[in-house]
């Protein structure tokens, strides 16, 4: 690099205003076609399960609890999702949708990367009926 070249740079440098951004301090409002975290209106969905076979990071897990009453639990995982929206596309009910308010996803352990979407009463259920069939598998395993 020639010597006035560097000085061309540092003296334009020091006359414009900086460009970096404080950015936690001074937030911006986010564009509307960022893709951030999954969010699902269980009064629209069916429990088709489309999004789930969809999803080619399988970030999202149906659960169908009582298909006559509507009562589905979805399971989403931000760590896998690509945010590609896919399951978006797929979703033939429009229940499906990636918020671009809420987009800030990180973490310092993987314990909040996984989000259960419905009834607490259903999730649990959902939730007791995995860690049998785990504990299953792993007996499986043993023998």
């Not at 986010?30 to 699902?40: A, F, N, Q, S, T």
């Not at 896998?80 to 429009?94: L, N, P």
Request: aromatic share 8%.
């Amino acid at each position: 690099m020639k010597l006035g070249m560097m000085f061309r740079d540092v003296s334009t440098s020091l006359l414009r205003r900086p460009v970096t951004e404080k950015y936690p301090f001074e937030r911006r409002e986010p564009p509307d076609r960022l893709r951030g975290k999954l969010i699902w209106n269980p009064e629209a969905c069916i429990g088709c399960g489309l999004c789930e076979k969809d999803c080619p990071a399988h970030a999202i897990e149906v659960f169908v609890v009582d298909r006559e009453e509507k009562r589905f639990v979805l399971t989403y995982h931000p760590d896998r999702c690509t945010f590609c929206a896919q399951c978006v596309i797929s979703c033939r009910h429009g229940c499906l949708e990636l918020s671009n308010q809420e987009w800030e996803l990180a973490a310092l352990n993987r314990s909040p990367f996984t989000i259960h979407y419905g009834n607490e009463n259903d999730v649990q259920l959902v939730l007791a009926e995995q860690s049998l069939s785990d504990d299953s598998k792993a007996e499986i395993d043993r023998d």
